[in-house]
């Protein structure tokens, strides 16, 4: 090893160190909640998934959970939104989210704990809320 050279391994190293995505390898995206990731029983939040221009579809995950909730990209744009209008305490819990571009997925985002509070008692199975989600999302099972 001559004067200023470096190994291939150690160049390798340092190149890992500059960037979070490789070639090929989706970058994960990110999730927050609006207006915050604590909210009364009752009241809406939107959860939104930042990931890539190049997402087709979106996909949020409650950890834990078989059900997932799944949303055409909107155009030109690189965010989805899930709503839920009246939170129960069936949506606390922690959440994920992921994206499909150029046939593959990209890993889940780092999770996002919901908390819902509130004395209210909750009515029941019969009232699970209701969630919207933008034009062409559906909810799946798995």
């Known amino acids: ?7 291939p391994i150690l160049r ?11 070639p090929g390898v989706l970058p994960k995206p990110s999730i927050r909640a609006d207006p915050g990731p604590i909210v009364p029983k009752g009241s809406p939040v939107t959860l939104w998934c930042q990931g890539s221009p190049q997402a087709e579809v979106y996909r949020l995950y409650k950890v834990g959970d078989s059900g997932l909730w799944e949303d055409d990209a909107p155009q030109a744009s690189n965010t989805a939104r899930f709503h ?4 129960s305490s069936r949506h606390a819990g922690r959440y ?3 994206y499909h571009s150029r046939n593959s997925w990209s890993g889940r985002s780092d999770p996002l ?3 819902v509070t509130g004395k209210r008692e ?5 009232h699970l809320g209701t969630v919207s989600l933008s034009s062409g999302s559906r909810l799946c099972g798995r």
């Open 1 to 7: 090893m001559g004067g200023g050279s470096t190994t």
């Open 12 to 22: 390798a190293l340092l190149c890992l160190g500059e960037s979070d995505s490789f």
């Open 84 to 87: 839920f209008e009246s939170l």
């Open 96 to 98: 994920q989210c992921a």
């Open 113 to 115: 704990a919901l908390v």
């Open 122 to 126: 909750d009515p029941g199975p019969s």
